[in-house]
DNA sequence: CTGCGACCTGGAGCGCGCTCCAGGTCAAGC
DNA sequence: GCTTGACCTGGAGCGCGCTCCAGGTCGCAG
């Protein structure tokens, strides 16, 4: 099997049919094939590059980004150079959102000592 | 100094001044003193209190449960096990977004080195 | 006493990323 | 032959979190 229908690649992609059409109708997914009546037909490598645009949204990449990275992929010319800078670049990105997290976290749990002293504090008085 | 203009005020805690308002509008800010000509006066409590939403915010959290919890912190009951546990769920979510954001990074990561490869592979032929 | 700039208000508008809807087509099952 | 249901299209609508705007009020500097 490596043909699958827009309720199966919503299923195994993630992303809702309604998203699927958008994605295609923006230019995120280009040249999804269509069979005789007109429906889309989703093949193991358009499955693959959903799987990427999942990861890339999901760790915050704008849609726009993702144009363009697509744009590249889907280009003639040879774009690997461009693609892998676009993708270091939201590695960097991904990496400083966690070490954000990390440290706003401190904050959050300093309150949640806090509170839980004070807890503490109630039920021995 | 203890009394900070909104000017002031948004520099401090990160918010425009126009957020501020905002705040104040749906009721996360509650009883900003006034000068004798109605503009706002904000306290170090009020950037205390300002830095904490900051923190909910940048790690996520919906304005709509910062509302709830915002809530519970000017109630006059005993609401502290309540705080506690919604910042204890929050925390755990942040837990699990790092975690999250992580796993998809190796994607990520995975396919900068394939690029990589390809770059090199480019080079030396 | 004039001008300026920081502030005020209520309310409209915006950017993002979908999500939903009306109206239609087609293939399969009864 | 009819119904059903998965799919199609173009386009409107939505939820979130601000952001901007018009029109007005102060207080101080020149």
Not at 82 to 111: F, N, S, T, Y
């Given at each position: 099997?490596?043909?699958?229908?827009?309720?199966?690649?919503?299923?195994?992609?993630?992303?809702?049919?309604?998203?699927?059409?958008?994605?295609?109708?923006?230019?995120?997914?280009s040249d999804i094939a269509?069979?005789?009546?007109?429906?889309?037909?989703?093949?193991?490598?358009?499955?693959?590059?959903?799987?990427?645009?999942?990861?890339?949204?999901?760790?915050?990449?704008?849609?726009?980004?993702?144009?363009?990275?697509?744009?590249?992929?889907?280009?003639?010319?040879?774009?690997?150079?461009?693609?892998?800078?676009?993708?270091?670049?939201?590695?960097?990105?991904?990496?400083?959102?966690?070490?954000?997290?990390?440290?706003?976290?401190?904050?959050?749990?300093?309150?949640?000592?806090?509170?839980?002293?004070?807890?503490?504090?109630?039920?021995?008085?």
């Amino acid at each position: 099997m490596s043909s699958y229908s827009p309720a199966e690649t919503a299923e195994k992609s993630g992303f809702s049919i309604d998203t699927l059409r958008y994605y295609e109708k923006i230019g995120l997914l280009s040249d999804i094939a269509r069979n005789a009546s007109g429906r889309r037909v989703f093949s193991d490598d358009d499955l693959a590059w959903l799987g990427l645009l999942r990861c890339l949204r999901e760790t915050g990449m704008p849609i726009a980004e993702m144009l363009r990275y697509s744009e590249l992929a889907r280009s003639r010319g040879d774009t690997v150079q461009e693609r892998l800078e676009l993708l270091q670049d939201h590695d960097r990105r991904v990496e400083e959102r966690i070490a954000m997290l990390r440290e706003q976290q401190k904050h959050i749990k300093w309150k949640i000592s806090l509170y839980r002293d004070t807890v503490r504090g109630a039920a021995s008085a």
